[in-house]
């Protein structure tokens, strides 16, 4: 397969500043524009708020040799909003689609996701990256791999070099796919093992999350407790 | 389920306009749901504003339980909490929900609460209100795609969202465009069956599949 000239970052995210979406994208955005690849990133949440994002966003996923997709488990699957843009990913695609005998002829541009969610084990985003699967497949693009993160509280929205050995294993893990996706190859085994890694033991991630869930409530002033049931 | 008062079931409807299969699945339910003594709480969203989940957890620190945002988004949760069947309709979207009812979905986050709980092999958040409620999900698929990858990360999903949401009773199922509606009335029936509503309908078409 040949080696991409351009690489389309997507954010799913739906927070307007950083986020650990945003972190891991960022840090294998910038692996591949080291290697020569012209990079652009596209906020999706900002993007599909106009007509005018929306036209770039489907213009610049048209353009892109290689797309990325950076998004945080929601519910066991994509965000809405991303679930939104694949939709009109996909439509746009086909409505613009080469036919058959010239398709066979082109290289189909590659489609990555990397998920992220909060609990410790990487298992709950498997689902999520086969709904990417799919959307690759039906989309038009050549499906080059996920990866998977559990423990993703540990980004703490900061960019990955800041965090240092605490994640390790996922910057070890976004290089390697940095190599083989700038050389055409599709995400290594190893990468997606090193990303499944998880850097802190679950029990004391569980620990240190719940405590900080109760000092930010204290934090933002609220009056209700953390276990209120308003619905009851 | 409160013994003395009629079941309300939550119908979250994600389809489009242009779905012809799941008007009939959705009038199916509706209708055997309606005749079953439940109060049906039929919640169209293509025609609802609700904004896109914005992640900033204000539903667990800021004010516990509830959406910060004051659209329809908020609604989600309590109408959620007052269900005793949550019914998930759309069409299959890359094996997931569609956009519309992902929009609601999403805001289901205030009803679990934020601490992180091993339960089995897993972490999950608690559920915020002991009230369980069953689960039913129906997709619908292009013809012929009843058992396609998209479909069966469909049934994979609905069970994970089971495992989270731990209802009593859970079912997933998806009809084929062009399902006459009495197919669409057996597929609906075999679910509600499998959930423990009652159905004058038993028997599966061809065109469905169910899960588990």
Known sequence: MRRPDSALLLIGSPKPGSSSSASLGTYLQERLAARGIATETVV???????????????????AADLVVLSFPLYVDSLPAHVVRAFELIAESRAEDAPDAQVLGALE???FVAICQCGFPEVEHNRVALEICANFARTAGFDWAGGLAMGAGGLIGDRPLRERGGLL?????????SA???ADGRPVPAEAVRL????????????FVANRGWRAELKKRGAVTPLDARPYA | MTPTARPTALLLDGGSDDDPTLAL????????LTAGSWDVDDWCLRRETIAWCAGCFGCWVKTPGMCVHTDAGREVAARVARSDLLVYLTPVTFGGYSSELKKALDHLIPILLPDLKKTGSDTRHPQRYEHVHDLLAVGTVPAGEADSAEARTFRR???RNAMNLRPSHWAAGVVEGGADDREVRLAVGALLGQIGVASPHTVMPVSLAVTP
Request: proline content about 4%; aromatic content about 6%; hydrophobic content about 45%.
């Open chain 1, 44 to 62: 999706l949440a900002k993007a599909l708020k106009t007509d005018e994002g929306t036209q770039a966003l489907l213009g610049a996923s048209a």
């Open chain 1, 108 to 110: 189909q541009p590659r």
């Open chain 1, 195 to 206: 990303m499944s890694r998880t850097a802190f033991p679950a029990f004391a991630y569980r």
């Open chain 1, 179 to 181: 190599t083989e996706l």
């Open chain 2, 25 to 32: 699945v959705h009038h199916a339910i509706d209708e055997t």
């Open chain 2, 157 to 159: 999903l609905v069970e």
């Open chain 1, 168 to 176: 390790r294993s996922v910057t070890r893990a976004l290089d390697l």
